[in-house]
């Protein structure tokens, strides 16, 4: 897998979407288990996934699908390329 599908693999199985979920529009809470729990789920899933230790402020600012894609590049994970 590369790592935009090793990425959304973590969310479709952290919070039980569809691909054609992750928009833009895939925010914290748009979906019922995206609550604080499941985020934390979510950022342990990301950092086993890519072998990295997330910052406390990274995993704070973690709030969408999209975000998160930028947070990862200050971790040398690029996620479109």
């Not at 790592?3 to 809470?29: A, H, I, P, S, W």
């Not at 990274?58 to 709030?63: E, L, M």
Request: net charge negative; proline share 1%; with cysteine.
């Amino acid at each position: 897998m590369n790592k935009l599908q090793v990425y959304n693999r973590v969310f479709m199985d952290c919070f039980g979407v569809g691909q054609e979920q992750l928009t833009d529009q895939f925010v914290y809470q748009c979906v019922p288990q995206w609550d604080s729990v499941g985020h934390m789920g979510m950022i342990t899933a990301i950092e086993d996934s890519f072998n990295i230790v997330l910052e406390t402020d990274d995993i704070v600012d973690f709030g969408s699908y999209t975000k998160g894609i930028d947070i990862l590049r200050k971790y040398n994970v690029f996620i479109n390329e």
